[in-house]
């Protein structure tokens, strides 16, 4: 099982920018795939990001592309999410996640809360 925890998280103002991180631990020889979630007030969980673990190719929402990038550092066993021109929109919990093949996942960390006011 793979452990996540992430940090980053916190508030500020339209437009701003945030970095998000997420640091893996346990068994991280089983990820090929890590990837950023958020869930808003009342709204269900939704895909923010992901990048495969052995490589470089990256996936976005269309609510994020050009303004949100995801990278890692392997030898931290750690993912980033840079977060530029933030919008109010994009207020959420934001979770990080691990899987196993490239579209499912099977460890979450606790979440981080990203508030932009406006």
């Known amino acids: 099982q793979v452990q996540l925890v992430e940090s980053g998280g916190g508030l500020v103002q339209n437009g701003g920018s945030l970095r998000l991180s997420c640091a893996a631990s346990g068994r991280t020889i089983n990820i090929y795939t890590m990837g950023w979630f958020r869930q808003a007030p009342g709204k269900e969980r939704e895909f923010v990001a992901r990048i495969r673990w052995r490589f470089i190719d990256t996936y976005y929402a269309d609510s994020v592309k050009g303004r949100f990038t995801i990278s890692k550092e392997n030898p931290k066993n750690t993912v980033y999410l840079q977060m530029n021109n933030l919008k109010p929109e994009d207020t959420a919990v934001y979770y990080c996640?691990?899987?196993?093949?490239?579209?499912?996942?099977?460890?979450w960390g606790q979440g981080t809360q990203v508030t932009i006011s406006s």
């Open positions: 996640a691990a899987g196993t093949t490239a579209t499912h996942f099977d460890s």
